[in-house]
């Protein structure tokens, strides 16, 4: 590789990174002051490609020239940042004295619902938008031809950077703005009228993601998978540079797109007489950097540690379970149980049974550091895949028995949340949940990449269970034994000292410090006791289902493990359970009738977090205690 070519591949990335920026650079400018990190952020930049390739067009027909091009992106910049107003004060002003958690969900469910109203709107296929007027040519540069409209976009970063600069130190609402950031509350005392301030704020952040997304009209076509990629590398950017730092989120930006652009110059290297396609990195080579950025420094190259948010209504203890509790436990054991038997009057009884006990060891895993340890991992999923991937190379690899290849399984996700734990125990807030991401998308791309051992895109085949688990009653009844005592053992830590510990930690670590608790030591051995029991789900899930893809490891089923917590409720220990149960039953019998699932996952997602936040148990517990109110004292339900 010469150095001219690596020259040239760097001049080119400044021009994806401008694009990164101005998406990162809206969601930085929200943070700072909304304290929201808004996962529906990638889905402005998606609208505003979307709108400027259906505007464009007609402006063109009507007055011709450069004002269609230009005209599409002005407009495509005006209406995305309209919606984002409308998003803040429709659905966000609700949100702003919930937990992150919900803040986090709620916005991903509107990512949900925006991506299929794109859908409905325009179709699957992807739109291509027109040429740029007088830029659709090319500049030569170091002996190589370099698109003229991606010199443009190189330039727009420094330039939007420069006018966020001036807007933000030289005007009253940049000043505002500023204030807001460092103190929220006072600049309410002072009497500004905060709501309009969070309105505005979020339409030019929206704005800036539209006028991001329109931009790139002339170099890509508009696509229905554009919001989650982007969003991806828009929080690895705005976490390198720092929450809420906008110079840190072009730096990061330059950073990220020139080290996709230099292994993607490096092409197939040899190094110690091993052959490494460095081009593949390109899929993981922005979480590499993040990770590799929050162990070294915590809160980004310019960030600094978020404010302690509000203390909210204090958490009810954990009681454990009453006659009543314990008999309802014991009714559905025996119901689960008997499930080979339904299966003689209802054959795909043990089926849904299967799937829901995988689910409820699933969920029950993440529950155990998302309630106790107060630990919100958005890469849970990384560690079911290792279980899988583990169980399904040991049974068809290796040739190990069904006990082996599930204990191998189990010790391989064992080593993978003692490892990344080790590293995302240190960190808090979003922070710790962007670094949980981050590792999860490093498995996902070793998966997918390493074809030799995972079988790359097309996964592992064959995975069956020896005698007697090679019945359907054998692996379910096996399955179901595996989950209860998985469930069984959570349950008794969390009452033992460890896990009383654990939640000292979780409500004041300083005070659990003080008392001489080892706080990283406990959250790192919590971490690594939820990454082998998820690893025991994925295993049972790889026999279940004879096959393991990448899909497995995608953010997409660490979603589905938050939401069934969140829809079981994360306050009780019954919660992960029931959430399984009910998530699994309406993935299996509603999403798959319909095309829009997402919007109908992303409306149940909103309606938890608006109307029921404290879940199903939350639920029938108000319930009980409505119908236990003339009692002297409450005895303390199923939890």
Same mark, same amino acid.
């Given at each position: #590789?010469?150095?001219?070519?690596?020259?040239?591949?760097?001049?080119? /990335?400044?021009?994806?990174?401008?694009?990164?920026?101005?998406?990162?650079?809206?969601?930085?400018?929200?943070?700072?002051?909304?304290?929201?990190?808004?996962?529906?952020?990638?889905?402005?930049?998606?609208?505003?490609?979307?709108?400027?390739?259906?505007?464009?067009?007609?402006?063109?027909?009507?007055?011709?020239?450069?004002?269609?091009?230009?005209?599409?992106?002005?407009?495509?910049?005006?209406?995305? !940042?309209?919606?984002?107003?409308?998003?803040?004060?429709?659905?966000?002003?609700?949100?702003?004295?919930?937990?992150?958690?919900?803040?986090?969900?709620?916005?991903?469910?509107?990512?949900?619902?925006?991506?299929?109203?794109?859908?409905?709107?325009? &179709?699957?296929?992807?739109?291509?938008?027109?040429?740029?007027? /007088?830029?659709?040519?090319?500049?030569?540069?170091?002996?190589?031809?370099?698109?003229?409209?991606?010199?443009?976009?190189?330039?727009?970063?420094?330039?939007?950077?420069?006018?966020?600069?001036?807007?933000?130190?030289?005007?009253?609402?940049?000043?505002?703005?500023?204030? !807001?950031?460092?103190?929220?509350?006072?600049?309410?005392?002072?009497?500004?009228?905060?709501?309009?301030?969070?309105?505005?704020?979020?339409?030019?952040?929206?704005?800036?993601?539209?006028?991001? /997304?329109?931009?790139?009209?002339?170099?890509?076509?508009?696509?229905?998978?554009?919001?989650?990629?982007?969003?991806?590398?828009?929080?690895?950017?705005?976490?390198?540079?720092?929450?809420?730092?906008?110079?840190?989120?072009? @730096?990061?930006?330059?950073?990220?797109?020139?080290?996709?652009?230099?292994?993607?110059?490096?092409?197939?290297?040899?190094?110690?007489?091993?052959?490494?396609?460095?081009?593949?990195?390109?899929?993981?080579?922005?979480?590499?950097? #993040?990770?590799?950025?929050?162990?070294?420094?915590? +809160?980004?190259?310019?960030?600094?540690?978020?404010?302690?948010?509000? $203390?909210?209504?204090?958490?009810?203890?954990?009681?454990?379970?009453?006659?009543?509790?314990?008999?309802?436990?014991?009714?559905?054991?025996?119901?689960?149980?008997?499930?080979?038997?339904?299966?003689?009057?209802?054959?795909?009884?043990?089926?849904?049974?299967?799937?829901?006990?995988?689910? $409820?060891?699933?969920?029950?895993?993440? +529950?155990?550091?998302?309630?106790? &340890? &107060?630990?919100?991992?958005?890469?849970?999923?990384?560690?079911?895949?290792?279980?899988?991937?583990?169980?399904?190379?040991?049974?068809?690899?290796?040739?190990?028995?069904?006990?082996?290849?599930?204990?191998?399984?189990?010790?391989?996700?064992?080593?993978?949340?003692?490892?990344?734990?080790?590293?995302?125990?240190?960190?808090?807030?979003?922070?710790?949940?962007?670094?949980?991401?981050?590792?999860?998308?490093?498995?996902?791309?070793?998966?997918?990449?390493?074809?030799?051992?995972?079988?790359?895109?097309?996964?592992?085949?064959?995975?069956?269970?020896?005698?007697?688990?090679?019945?359907?009653?054998?692996?379910?009844?096996? !399955?179901?034994?595996?989950?209860?005592?998985?469930?069984?053992?959570?349950?008794?830590?969390?009452?033992?000292?460890?896990?009383?510990?654990?939640?000292?930690?979780?409500?004041?670590?300083?005070? $659990?410090?003080?008392?001489?608790?080892?706080?990283?030591?406990?959250?790192?051995?919590?971490?690594?006791?939820?990454?082998?029991?998820?690893?025991?789900? &994925?295993?049972?899930?790889?026999?279940?289902?004879?096959?393991?893809?990448?899909?497995?490891?995608?953010?997409?089923?660490?979603?589905?493990?938050?939401?069934?917590?969140?829809?079981?409720?994360?306050?009780?220990?019954?919660?992960?359970?029931?959430? !399984?149960?009910?998530?699994?039953?309406?993935?299996?019998?509603?999403?798959?009738?319909?095309?829009?699932?997402?919007?109908?996952?992303?409306?149940?997602?909103?309606? @938890?977090?608006? @109307?029921?936040?404290?879940?199903?148990?939350?639920?029938?517990?108000?319930?009980?205690?409505?119908?236990?109110?003339?009692?002297?004292?409450?005895?303390?339900?199923?939890?």
């Amino acid at each position: #590789m010469s150095l001219d070519s690596l020259l040239f591949q760097a001049v080119n /990335g400044l021009a994806s990174a401008s694009g990164l920026f101005l998406v990162a650079a809206g969601l930085s400018v929200i943070f700072g002051v909304t304290r929201i990190v808004n996962m529906a952020h990638g889905s402005f930049y998606m609208l505003g490609l979307y709108i400027a390739v259906t505007l464009a067009p007609l402006l063109d027909e009507r007055f011709g020239g450069a004002a269609g091009f230009w005209g599409g992106i002005a407009g495509a910049t005006l209406a995305v !940042a309209l919606l984002g107003a409308a998003v803040e004060r429709v659905l966000l002003r609700r949100l702003y004295n919930a937990p992150e958690l919900y803040q986090l969900l709620a916005t991903f469910a509107l990512l949900l619902i925006i991506n299929d109203a794109a859908l409905f709107l325009w &179709g699957p296929e992807d739109i291509l938008g027109p040429r740029a007027p /007088g830029l659709s040519g090319s500049v030569e540069l170091l002996g190589r031809r370099l698109p003229q409209y991606d010199v443009f976009l190189a330039l727009i970063g420094p330039v939007v950077l420069v006018g966020l600069h001036l807007l933000l130190t030289r005007t009253r609402f940049g000043r505002l703005i500023r204030a !807001a950031t460092q103190d929220r509350e006072m600049v309410a005392a002072l009497g500004i009228n905060e709501a309009l301030l969070f309105t505005a704020v979020f339409a030019l952040g929206a704005g800036i993601a539209g006028f991001g /997304g329109a931009l790139q009209m002339a170099r890509e076509p508009a696509s229905l998978s554009l919001d989650l990629s982007v969003l991806g590398e828009a929080f690895v950017v705005v976490v390198v540079g720092g929450m809420g730092s906008i110079k840190g989120a072009y @730096l990061a930006a330059v950073l990220v797109a020139e080290v996709k652009a230099l292994c993607t110059a490096l092409g197939v290297i040899e190094i110690a007489g091993y052959t490494f396609n460095m081009s593949r990195l390109t899929l993981v080579a922005e979480f590499l950097v #993040m990770a590799v950025v929050l162990v070294l420094r915590p +809160h980004g190259l310019f960030g600094r540690a978020l404010p302690a948010t509000k $203390a909210g209504e204090a958490e009810p203890p954990l009681l454990p379970l009453d006659r009543r509790g314990r008999a309802l436990v014991l009714a559905t054991i025996l119901l689960f149980a008997a499930m080979p038997l339904i299966g003689m009057l209802f054959r795909y009884a043990p089926v849904l049974a299967l799937d829901m006990v995988i689910a $409820a060891l699933f969920a029950a895993s993440l +529950h155990f550091i998302m309630g106790p &340890g &107060g630990m919100a991992s958005f890469g849970h999923a990384a560690y079911f895949g290792l279980g899988a991937y583990g169980t399904a190379f040991a049974a068809t690899q290796l040739g190990l028995s069904t006990p082996l290849a599930f204990a191998t399984g189990i010790g391989t996700a064992a080593a993978g949340a003692a490892l990344f734990g080790w590293f995302c125990v240190r960190l808090e807030g979003v922070y710790f949940t962007m670094l949980t991401l981050a590792f999860a998308q490093i498995v996902w791309s070793i998966v997918y990449q390493w074809e030799d051992v995972t079988g790359g895109s097309n996964g592992l085949f064959g995975v069956w269970p020896d005698w007697p688990f090679d019945s359907r009653a054998g692996l379910y009844l096996a !399955a179901l034994a595996v989950a209860l005592g998985g469930l069984a053992l959570l349950r008794r830590i969390v009452f033992a000292p460890f896990g009383l510990a654990l939640r000292a930690g979780r409500d004041s670590r300083l005070r $659990a410090e003080a008392s001489g608790i080892a706080v990283a030591r406990v959250r790192w051995l919590a971490f690594a006791l939820a990454g082998t029991l998820c690893g025991a789900a &994925g295993g049972l899930f790889a026999f279940a289902k004879g096959s393991i893809s990448p899909e497995a490891i995608s953010v997409g089923r660490s979603i589905d493990g938050l939401v069934m917590v969140l829809l079981g409720g994360v306050q009780s220990l019954m919660g992960p359970l029931l959430g !399984a149960g009910a998530f699994t039953l309406l993935q299996d019998t509603v999403m798959r009738e319909t095309d829009y699932w997402r919007a109908l996952l992303g409306l149940v997602i909103l309606m @938890l977090v608006l @109307l029921f936040p404290f879940g199903i148990a939350g639920g029938l517990r108000r319930v009980a205690g409505l119908r236990d109110m003339a009692r002297p004292r409450r005895t303390g339900g199923a939890r």
